[in-house]
């Protein structure tokens, strides 16, 4: 199939477009940004960064509907790419509440820029919901470029609700179909794939500016589960911490 123009041109015209038609709308939009250092880049259990690396975001939201850009950009010369960025992802998602369960439909693509890695895209579709003491949601992934494969994630999590400072904790377990998982790990079977916990702390500030700003520090852990996914990764368990900044405001609409 041949591309006239790059994702990542098509992406930021989408957003571009996105924004200006909605900034004078009745409904507010809400965009915000976010930046966050991690020691270690872990995704579905798999080490892709030992070493320390800069995510930075931004976002702009409107009737459920997010456009997000992210990045990850190395801070080390573990791979000779010290300051530049490996990583680009575009995310665009729908979020509708029913009640007190609700739903999402999101499309995420991935580049790789300044390495050999060819990008790939995936659908995917959640639905949340809050349990007494717990919030649970299960979302289903599905890549419909490279690896054509499923991931599916069922997670558990528990915010305590504190002021100015809120620990939560979160719990999740990762499936991968056959070809997720020849994709990701080399190894072609169904399987289990990670057990990921994080413990986070949020803090937002009191007064005005907690409409604003907030920051955040997490500890966490991710375990490969299966033996012969795990034989693809020198490391198959891995704890990493990460701190962030978030910004946020809304403009346009009513109150």
């Excluded at 997490?218 to 299966?226: C, F, G, P, V, Y």
Aim: hydrophobic share 45%.
């Amino acid at each position: 199939m041949t591309h006239f123009m790059p994702n990542s041109v098509k992406i930021a015209l989408a957003i571009f477009l996105f924004s200006t038609l909605t900034l004078h709308a009745a409904e507010p939009v809400y965009f915000g940004a976010d930046v966050d250092f991690e020691n270690k880049y872990v995704w579905r259990g798999m080490p892709f960064n030992a070493e320390s690396v800069l995510w930075p975001d931004a976002w702009v939201s409107f009737y459920g509907i997010t456009a997000t850009v992210w990045g990850s950009m190395e801070l080390t010369d573990i791979y000779e790419n010290s300051n530049n960025f490996t990583e680009v992802d575009y995310y665009f998602d729908y979020t509708r509440a029913f009640g007190p369960v609700s739903a999402s439909l999101g499309y995420a693509i991935y580049e790789y820029p300044n390495t050999d890695f060819i990008g790939t895209s995936e659908i995917y579709a959640a639905v949340a919901s809050d349990f007494p003491f717990v919030s649970g949601s299960l979302t289903a992934y599905l890549d419909v470029g490279e690896a054509e494969g499923m991931y599916i994630l069922p997670s558990l999590s528990h915010a305590f609700g504190l002021s100015p400072i809120d620990p939560s904790l979160s719990v999740s377990l990762g499936y991968g179909s056959a070809k997720h998982n020849l994709y990701y790990f080399g190894v072609d079977k169904s399987a289990l794939v990670d057990l990921t916990t994080f413990l986070k702390l949020t803090f937002t500030p009191v007064g005005p500016l907690s409409n604003y700003v907030s920051a955040y520090g997490h500890l966490s852990w991710a375990k490969i589960l299966d033996s012969e996914l795990a034989d693809m990764w020198e490391d198959d368990s891995n704890f990493w911490f990460g701190i962030g900044l978030n910004f946020f405001h809304q403009a346009g609409g009513g109150e």
